[in-house]
């Protein structure tokens, strides 16, 4: 299986300021990685598809890059509703596997 | 608008089998533009994913789980389900229905509410 590291596992910040959390593959998986938002008690929701592209209704806020087998998620000029957990996920080699969060909290 | 819905029970006995059922509204499972998934998250943890099938009937599934697993489709209902065998109290989480794009990097861009199944006798 195809080994996801993410981190922070947990990252403080305050409104308005920009973060970045990433996550690194155990081998190259052709930007066939994803991007989730979890609040407690909810379903996950896409924000990033394919390392780069956003989801359909989707603030611009949010963005993605990858380099090699790093890849990274960017929220700028953090709102309320940004400070939950965040999940990547790889679908390159079954099983489709997700990383263990990055947990985006309020300073 | 995609709605996805889980139904079953909540409480499941040790070694019994687990049976749920995802009621899609707002789209059809026989479009071939998606996969259709199963993913569990435990509390406190990652999102797991169980299995998925296409709407000709072809699933796959997690190696980790693929002895105890089994998904279905009714395209008439418009449902698919998941049935998983033998379970013991690893297997309480909160389970979730999803659409899968698989031409967009097989997102996950529509997702049930999700419903808790405790494993307990």
Redesign the interface.
């Known amino acids: 299986d195809i080994q996801m590291t993410q981190s922070p596992s947990s990252l403080s910040a305050s409104l308005g300021d920009s973060v970045t959390m990433t996550c690194r593959t155990s081998q190259n998986i052709n930007s066939y990685l994803n991007w989730y938002q979890q609040h407690p008690g909810k379903a996950p929701k896409l924000l990033i598809y394919g390392a780069t592209n956003l989801q359909s209704g989707v603030s611009s806020r949010f963005s993605g890059s990858e380099s090699g087998t790093d890849f990274s998620l960017t929220i700028s000029s953090l709102q309320p509703e940004d400070f939950a957990t965040y999940f990547c996920q790889q679908i390159s080699s079954p099983p489709i596997t997700f990383g263990q969060g990055t947990r985006l909290e309020m300073k | 608008q995609v709605q996805l819905q889980e139904s079953g029970p909540g409480l499941v006995k040790p070694s019994e089998t687990l049976s749920l059922t995802c009621t899609v509204s707002g789209d059809s499972v026989s479009s071939g533009h998606y996969y259709w998934s199963w993913i569990r998250q435990p509390p406190g943890k ?4 169980i299995g998925d099938i296409y709407y000709s009937g072809n699933a ?1 599934y ?3 789980l693929e002895s105890r697993v089994s998904i279905s489709i009714e395209t008439s209902k418009n449902q698919f389900s998941l049935r998983l065998n033998f379970v013991t109290a690893a297997d309480t989480a909160v389970y ?1 229905c ?1 659409r899968q ?1 698989w031409q ?6 529509y ?4 419903t808790l199944v405790t494993v307990s006798s």
């Open positions: 990652e999102p797991e994913w796959n997690n190696p980790s979730y999803a794009r967009y990097s097989s997102s996950l861009d997702w049930g509410q999700g």
